[in-house]
């Protein structure tokens, strides 16, 4: 099977994205739904996806899981939750009550939006980290270098909790790349408990200015770092329309890791998905 393990669905007519204000991404700022995507993993050779969160609303995780109930792509949903809610037990109980439910398989949060760069350390988050991983889902980091430090000491907190580094911690790649953020994603990555997407990447480029070849000396770092088996490939749909088609980026970024042997390729395109997810019935 091969799984995107890193797309939305957002409307922006019915909800507000505040992320979205910007008018670089007026070219998104339109409704994206099951139907938009489902020719593009047709033609692009992907069976599934893991439907990510888009704003701090459970709402949306509701209808996120309404999707995933009616959609059989979609295997997986990383959610939303406020970790700092002392009712978010209940509150993770009820959601995975809901139809489409059981395929909640993590929460994440826009912590690179917080001003605090150790918002992960707080205690009422690390408390509600704890009643996340009590229940077996995963926590998706959605950090840059600034937080990585924070991610770092929080994936080592939690050694039996299972952590997934978005878009490779956005590395600065429209400038060539720091220091900062190749150490740092090294030191996350000695944590054998945290998994890291390759997605994202294009949109951290030039994005009129980018290729394969541009790509690969980031893609070949974290592969470094993470090893075969924690690569995870994510097409970052729609928001990569800034940069390219659905097919320009899946293509991209797989002669990426193919470059780097055939097993690497394979087993980001699906099975490392599964693991760091528990995703059922795949």
Not at 16 to 34: H, K, S, T
Not at 126 to 135: E, I, M, S
């Amino acid at each position: 099977m091969m799984i995107d393990a890193h797309q939305h669905f957002w409307d922006p007519a019915r909800a507000d994205y505040p992320w979205m204000n910007a008018p670089e991404l007026a070219p998104i700022r339109r409704a994206f739904a099951p139907a938009d995507l489902a020719p593009l993993l047709k033609a692009n050779g992907i069976d599934a996806s893991i439907l990510v969160q888009c704003r701090s609303s459970l709402e949306e995780t509701e209808e996120f899981l309404q999707i995933a109930h009616a959609t059989a792509s979609v295997i997986g949903v990383v959610g939303w939750a406020d970790l700092t809610d002392r009712a978010l037990g209940d509150t993770l109980d009820r959601l995975r009550a809901l139809p489409g439910g059981a395929k909640l398989v993590g929460i994440r949060h826009q912590v690179h939006d917080e001003a605090d760069p150790d918002w992960l350390l707080r205690e009422d988050v690390q408390r509600g980290l704890a009643v996340l991983f009590a229940r077996d889902l995963a926590y998706d980091f959605l950090v840059r270098s600034r937080e990585l430090p924070a991610a770092i000491a929080t994936a080592k907190a939690f050694p039996q909790a299972r952590f997934v580094l978005d878009h490779a911690a956005k590395p600065p790649i429209a400038v060539g790349g720091s220091t900062e953020w190749s150490k740092r994603v090294a030191a996350l990555a000695a944590c054998d408990n945290v998994w890291c997407k390759v997605s994202g990447l294009a949109t951290e480029a030039t994005w009129t200015d980018w290729d394969a070849e541009l790509l690969f000396p980031f893609v070949q770092h974290v592969a470094t770092c993470f090893g075969e088996d924690r690569l995870i490939f994510g097409s970052d749909w729609p928001v990569c329309r800034l940069a390219g088609s659905y097919g320009e980026i899946k293509s991209a970024l797989e002669a990426c890791l193919a470059k780097l042997g055939s097993s690497v390729r394979e087993k980001a395109f699906g099975v490392n998905a599964k693991a760091a997810y528990r995703l059922a019935g795949t």
